[in-house]
Structure formats: structure tokens, C-alpha cells
């Protein structure tokens, strides 16, 4: 009984990653929304707060894996720094793009510009040819992003506009920022979860680092985070649920699921985002973007379909792990094999 169980594990492991990467996107699509009810908080003192409180905490909770994969971490500490370097420059480029040029287009483009940033990285980083797969999938997503985008668009040609046209090409800028900055760090987490580092202390480590470095703009911006007990709970929020929840789940999927894989799976955050203004802001979305979200729903689909390569492989598999005849004890925090979403074969 306990020989088919195991071989199992590895099958299940990309489907149960690629849900957790989705979930962490529906946490984080929550965070325009819940900025709206702080107003008075610039968006370089979300940024530092939500991410650099959030990565404390997980630093603080990963202590015991971080002491155990020390070794490792230090042979490392080049990857480890430019993914805390990552983690501090992405909330800050975020959220005053979101800032400058509107929550959906702030989003959208900071969101959809992650797959390819992810891409380049690992076909030049890694070696990783990309698949016709992942091809598609990502087409189909920026399709609904790019959508989603010129709904908003549309939207602030009748009068509901954020800001300048120069603001508005500074926050597309730093969209992009924010877009490469969050694949560098996904790619140095995973890059460290695949060297024998468990999923907690890679993030700990790398999202620790980063919220260190965001300490001195917190101090230097967050004073309005005290001014009210509302502006208060949006920044414990913020910390709390969207980045250390959140960015649990998306180490957990990381362990299990490649990097482009994973931020091309995060575009359901802006198709969330968008759902949400809806929902709670009052915002109108016009028939564009809900066709955009269509088309992000129909990438996620793609991307999550279990591939045709493991279930002709798992029999097999199966079979193997009993004829073995011993039980392979490995810790449940370190990474497993990711064959389940043949997106880069």
C-alpha cells in the first residue's frame, strides 16, 4: 500500500503546486483593492510594509530551516542576494506604478510582463527550451492581460483617467520594473529550492534579505500607516495575508513547478484585481475586459491540464516504486520532481 502511494507523491506534486501558485495570485489580487481603503498611505509605504514586514515574518518563521541550510545558503549568498534585491526594488516599482497609472494597468503590466522576463531568464540562466505548451498558454494570457489593459484604457478616455500621459508612460516603466524584478526573484528561489535548499528557508532567506533592505524606506515613508487604526489594518493586511501567505504558497508551488510556469500562472492575479474592483471598489468593467479575463481563465486551463507525457508515464512509475522494496524518506520541505506540467520539455 504505502509502495503506489508514494510513487504517486512526484504526480501529484505539479498539480498541487501549480493550485497553491494560484491561490497566492488570488491573494494577491487583493491588494489594489485593500490599498483603496488607505488612501492616505503613499505607495512607497505599502510597498515597504506589505513586503517588508511580510518578509521579515517569513525570515522570523523560517529561522530553524534557515540555521539547518545555512551551508548552503552561504555556498549561495550571490543568488540569495540578488533575490533579496528582487524582493526590495518589486513593491516599490509596484505599487507606484499601480500609483501612476492606474491599479488595472499597474497590475496588468507589472503581472503580465513577469512570464516573459521569467522566460528569458531561464532560457539564458538555465538552458530551459520552452514548449509549445507554455507557448500557448502564455499567448493566451498576456492576450487577456493586454485586453484587460485597453478596457481600463478605455475607461479613463471617459473622464476616469489617474493621471498625466507622462505618468502614465512612468507607471507602464515601472511596470516593467516591477515585472522583471519579480522574475529575478522567483528565479533565485527556485534556482535555490533546486540546490538541495528547502522551499521555506530559500524564501525566508531571500524574502528576509529583501525586507531588511526594505526597513529604512518604511522608516522613512510609513508614518501615515499610524495615523488610523484604518491605515493600520491595511498594512498588517497587506503583510499578513497577500505577501507572507501569498509568497508561502508561491514557494511551495516553486518547489514543484518551473519558474515561467508559475508567474505565467500569477496572471490570474490582475484578472482577480480587476474582479474585485468590481465587486467592492464600484468600478465598471466594460465587455473587453471580461473577455480579457476570459482568455486568462482559458491560459490557466491550458497550463494545468494534466499532460498526456504523465499518464502514459505513472503506471510505470508505479510499478517501479514497488519493486523497489524500500521507502525513500526525503523531507517534506524539499523540492519534488516536476514532470506533471510538461511545459518546457
Known amino acids: 500500500m504505502t509502495g503506489p502511494a508514494r510513487a504517486a507523491g512526484p504526480a501529484a506534486g505539479p498539480g498541487l503546486g501549480a493550485l497553491a501558485v494560484l491561490l497566492a495570485s488570488v491573494l494577491w489580487g487583493t491588494t489594489g483593492t485593500a490599498a483603496t481603503f488607505a488612501p492616505q498611505v503613499g505607495p512607497l509605504a505599502i510597498g515597504a510594509a506589505a513586503m517588508g514586514l511580510g518578509g521579515l515574518l517569513q525570515a522570523l518563521l523560517a529561522g530553524r530551516r534557515i540555521a539547518r541550510a545555512r551551508t548552503e545558503l552561504r555556498a549561495q549568498w550571490r543568488i540569495v542576494l540578488v533575490g533579496g534585491v528582487g524582493v526590495a526594488l518589486y513593491p516599490l516599482a509596484f505599487y507606484t506604478s499601480m500609483h501612476l497609472a492606474g491599479v488595472a494597468v499597474g497590475t496588468v503590466v507589472s503581472i503580465g510582463s513577469a512570464p516573459l522576463a521569467s522566460a528569458l531568464i531561464e532560457r539564458f540562466a538555465d538552458g530551459r527550451r520552452l514548449s509549445r505548451r507554455w507557448l500557448a498558454g502564455a499567448a493566451l494570457g498576456l492576450a487577456g492581460t493586454v485586453l484587460l489593459c ?31 524584478t519579480y522574475a529575478v526573484y522567483a528565479w533565485a528561489a527556485h534556482r535555490l529550492i533546486t540546490r538541495s535548499v528547502g522551499s521555506r528557508a530559500a524564501m525566508g532567506a531571500v524574502f528576509g534579505l529583501g525586507g531588511l533592505m526594505l526597513v529604512p524606506v518604511l522608516l522613512a515613508t510609513g508614518a501615515p500607516l499610524a495615523a488610523s487604526w484604518t491605515n493600520a489594518g491595511v498594512g498588517l493586511y497587506m503583510a499578513l495575508v497577500p505577501m507572507f501567505t501569498g509568497y508561502v504558497l508561491f514557494g511551495y508551488g516553486l518547489s514543484r513547478i518551473p519558474v515561467s510556469t508559475a508567474t505565467t500562472l500569477s496572471l490570474l492575479e490582475p484578472a482577480v484585481a480587476a474582479v474585485f474592483a468590481v465587486l467592492v471598489v464600484g468600478e465598471h468593467l466594460p465587455a473587453l475586459g471580461w473577455t480579457g479575463i476570459a482568455l486568462v481563465i482559458a491560459c490557466l486551463g491550458v497550463l494545468t491540464a494534466p499532460s498526456r507525457r504523465l499518464r502514459t508515464t505513472e503506471a510505470p512509475k508505479q510499478g517501479q516504486g514497488q519493486k523497489q522494496g524500500h ?7 524539499a523540492p519534488e520532481p516536476r514532470d506533471g506540467l510538461a511545459l518546457n520539455a
Do not use: F, Y
Open 150 to 180: 485597453a478596457a481600463e484604457a478605455a475607461q479613463a478616455g471617459t473622464g476616469a483617467g489617474t493621471g498625466s500621459a507622462r505618468g502614465t508612460v512612468a507607471g507602464v516603466a515601472l511596470g516593467l520594473v516591477a515585472g522583471l
Open 327 to 333: 521507502a525513500q524518506h526525503r523531507d517534506p520541505d
